[in-house]
């Protein structure tokens, strides 16, 4: 007994010794970042530190085209040349497993199924790596980009990187054009998406409830996902978690997708935390809006049509202008 104690106190010092002898990688402490202050226990830096703790994050602090931002309606640029979105499943339903990252619920698909998307606002075909879901604590927050001010229950991102450019998600997300993300919010109804219900039914996501936890689940349509809408908003951004690497086009979709009260009361019982610490929710897990700066955020939905897509209900002219020069 004693032996096996002495074992592991060298054990643990030659752990130490060998991995402070190596310079600090971006993978040792990935995953040192947290949405809020922790009550209890040691600092975690929270998104206004981000930046600062770690040299290789400072994009956090000092970038000029982050995400998540609020979308001021009347800054919408009409593009006539946005095409629809592709999305390409090839007809297949796929198996992903759903994590709980302790930070979102995570789905990644497994790698015998390859989704896809072109067109839009995209030059490359990006790869689905992995959908996100942020969710707030009560039903007015908890989607990363609010909409002139206002936030909504929650934000589905579905993540992909230029599989033309890239091999992988790791190496895309650091490159020019790496990532494209497909965002969609969440709000409340009798009724929720088919595709989130397999996600979100008490029999799935009651397996996820701590830290680490996965739970497999088949015969997913990825297209179920989506709303009836190819209108969109789309921008130059970041990815919305340290690093903060300025490599992401976002498109968000002009229609919500909707969950249940019981859903997302599932959602807000899911723990941060192992099963044997603190429960902690993982609810409210967003960035807070960045400056938009010099920017624009173009649509193809023509606000000289009106319709009942447009996400204010309020019919805006579109603000694309001719050089006058071309004209004379
Ligand atoms: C996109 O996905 C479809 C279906 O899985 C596949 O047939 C196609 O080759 C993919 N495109 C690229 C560029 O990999
Ligand atoms: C991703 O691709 C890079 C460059 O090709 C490679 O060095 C790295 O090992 C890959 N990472 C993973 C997780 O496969």
């Known amino acids: 007994m004693h032996l096996v104690w002495d074992l592991s106190v060298i054990l643990q010092t030659f752990l130490i010794c060998t991995s402070s002898a190596q310079p600090l990688t971006a993978k040792l402490d990935a995953g040192w970042w947290a949405y809020k ?3 209890h226990g040691s600092f975690v830096p929270v998104p206004s530190f981000w930046g600062l703790v770690h040299s290789a994050w400072n994009l956090c602090a000092i970038g000029k085209k982050q995400s998540p931002i609020d979308i001021d309606t009347s800054r919408l640029i009409f593009d006539p040349y946005l095409t629809p979105l592709r999305l390409n499943t090839a007809g297949q339903k796929m198996g992903c497993t759903m994590y709980n990252t302790g930070k979102h619920v995570s789905l990644r698909p497994d790698k015998a199924h390859l989704v896809n998307i072109s067109g839009g606002p995209l030059g490359y075909s990006y790869r689905l790596e992995e959908v996100r879901l942020h969710f707030g604590s009560e039903d007015s927050q908890g989607s990363e980009h609010l909409l002139n001010g206002q936030g909504f229950t929650g934000e589905v991102q579905l993540i992909h990187y230029n599989q033309d450019l890239y091999g992988n998600y790791t190496e895309a997300a650091k490159s020019p054009h790496g990532i494209a993300v497909v965002s969609i919010f969440m709000k409340l109804s009798e009724n929720s998406n088919a595709f989130l219900n397999r996600m979100l039914h008490r029999d799935s996501i009651t397996r996820i409830n701590y830290k680490h936890d996965a739970f497999l689940l088949m015969g997913l349509n990825i297209a179920d996902l989506y709303p009836d809408t190819t209108r969109y908003i789309t921008y130059e951004g970041s990815i919305t978690v340290p690093p903060c690497y300025e490599t992401s086009t976002w498109i968000l979709i002009n229609k919500p997708v909707y969950v249940t009260r019981m859903q997302m009361h599932s ?52 603000q694309y202008r001719v050089n006058q020069w071309l004209l004379k």
Do not use: A, H
């Open 37 to 39: 202050d922790v009550v």
């Open 267 to 318: 959602l807000r019982l899911l723990s941060q935390n192992e099963p044997y610490k603190i429960f902690l929710s993982m609810s409210d897990n967003t960035r807070p809006p960045q400056p938009l700066l010099q920017r624009c955020i173009r649509t193809n939905i023509n606000f000289n049509k009106p319709g009942r897509d447009c996400p204010n209900n309020r019919v805006l002219r579109p």
